[in-house]
């Protein structure tokens, strides 16, 4: 059963940083295309980034040279390092398997809550 679970979110000040983590089981990153997604209050769901099976990374345009995505094999972990965080990046944040989830779960469960103030 593919599992993921999202933690590290918290309540920083504008230029802060965190780093968000998912635990993952059920699968290995080698089998699906990975990613962090995020909706902030009154907003549509937004694609962060994006790391491919082959280690390829996107990042959307809001976000770069600002967050930085990982994944761990070992500790079957991903992570988004993020930087310089400014007050529109406060969302709840969530990691995906995209192999398995359809448009409607993007943006769907538990997540993880950042908050950043100016």
């Known amino acids: 059963q593919v599992e993921l679970m999202e933690s590290g979110g918290g309540s920083v000040q504008a230029g802060g940083s965190l780093r968000l983590s998912c635990t993952v089981s059920?699968?290995?990153?080698?089998?699906?295309?990975m990613a962090w997604y995020r909706q902030r209050p009154g907003h549509a769901c937004e694609q962060v980034t994006v790391i491919g099976r082959d280690g390829s990374t996107y990042y959307a345009d809001f976000v770069k040279d600002r967050f930085t995505i990982s994944e761990d094999n070992a500790k079957n972990m991903m992570y988004l390092q993020m930087r310089n965080l400014e007050p529109e990046d406060t969302a709840l944040y969530y990691c995906?398997?995209?192999?398995?989830?359809?448009?409607?779960?993007?943006?769907w469960g538990q997540g993880t809550q950042v908050i950043v103030s100016s």
């Open positions: 059920g699968f290995s990153f080698d089998e699906s295309d």
């Open positions: 995906k398997a995209l192999k398995w989830v359809g448009y409607d779960g993007l943006c």
